[in-house]
């Protein structure tokens, strides 16, 4: 009997105030779904920084004269360079490219642009040793100790290129964390409202069930209740969106980079691993909201 009349004061309570319920859902379920868009980048950003690993190089660059007088690296200083690469402790593994295996390599890059292709010579491209490291987050060991060493022209190192890179996708998840922030100040303002206001509205009935001898935790359940349901159908909508944004959006915008292996996708297990702390964030935050209001604001 008791569950029954809490289940319709939860019914007749949304019914009553539909506007501001709707616009308290809508609310709630965009904050949920920047939230949980920023917690997809950010497992999409560890993926993409596991594809990247094994494959970060340090590229050292020859000097024109030694790109075009030794192809095999068979004089000093090319065969030198390539005999302290290889001792070095640092170094898992160096290979040796001349001008012509660069063009090559040049042409499989940019095939899908023939006009480039046309452009480029052999000439244009220096010798290099490509290195990986046995530890990549330390790219300037290689720096330091051949910089300025007879044959080096440059030294490029593909960790500088993937530090924009992740920093860029760090700033869209900052900027979504940020937004999801200020529409989750105001959620909670509207849970609040919305409860101040259902309880107000029933005030008389309350305080007739007071005088018989309900208690006070009996008497506002029905309130809390609603701002649960509120915060519960908000995270489904939330989950939905996200469903939403990655078969309309996503898969359709990255499909180029992800079949490059440029990034990693957004798969729907991820989508998965998300809904559940967004469906308990959008109760937690419901329920300690309700419960702050009803003690701060409705005293009967």
């Not at 920093?167 to 959620?187: C, K, S, V, Y």
């Not at 609040?192 to 029933?202: D, E, I």
């Not at 506002?220 to 995270?235: D, S």
């Amino acid at each position: 009997m008791r569950a029954s009349f809490v289940f319709s004061e939860v019914v007749t309570g949304l019914r009553r105030n539909i506007t501001m319920t709707i616009a308290m859902i809508i609310t709630t379920a965009i904050s949920l779904a920047l939230l949980g868009g920023g917690l997809l980048v950010v497992r999409m950003i560890d993926k993409t920084k596991v594809l990247y690993q094994d494959k970060v190089e340090v590229s050292v660059f020859l000097t024109n004269d030694v790109s075009s007088s030794d192809k095999g690296c068979a004089n000093d200083p090319c065969k030198g360079l390539f005999s302290a690469l290889q001792s070095d402790p640092a170094v898992d593994t160096v290979t040796f490219e001349n001008r012509e295996q660069a063009f090559e390599r040049f042409k499989r890059i940019f095939e899908a642009q023939p006009e480039l292709v046309k452009l480029a010579r052999p000439e244009a491209l220096p010798a290099s040793f490509h290195v990986k490291l046995k530890n990549p987050d330390r790219p300037e060991v290689i720096t330091q100790s051949y910089n300025g060493r007879a044959g080096v022209d440059t030294i490029s190192d593909q960790s500088e290129f993937l530090d924009r890179f992740f920093n860029a996708l760090n700033g869209f998840r900052n900027m979504t964390f940020a937004i999801a922030l200020f529409m989750a100040i105001a959620a909670l303002l509207l849970i609040s409202n919305t409860v101040q206001l259902s309880a107000f509205t029933r005030r008389t009935e309350v305080g007739i069930m007071r005088l018989v001898g309900a208690t006070r935790w009996y008497t506002q359940l029905p309130f809390l209740l609603e701002a649960m349901v509120t915060g519960l159908i908000g995270a489904v909508l939330a989950i939905g969106l996200l469903v939403l944004l990655k078969l309309s959006f996503l898969d359709d915008v990255l499909a180029d980079p992800i079949a490059a292996g440029v990034v990693r996708s957004v798969e729907s297990i991820d989508i998965l691993l998300v809904a559940p702390w967004l469906l308990l964030v959008a109760l937690g935050i419901s329920a300690v909201t309700g419960y702050v209001t009803l003690r701060l604001y409705v005293r009967t």
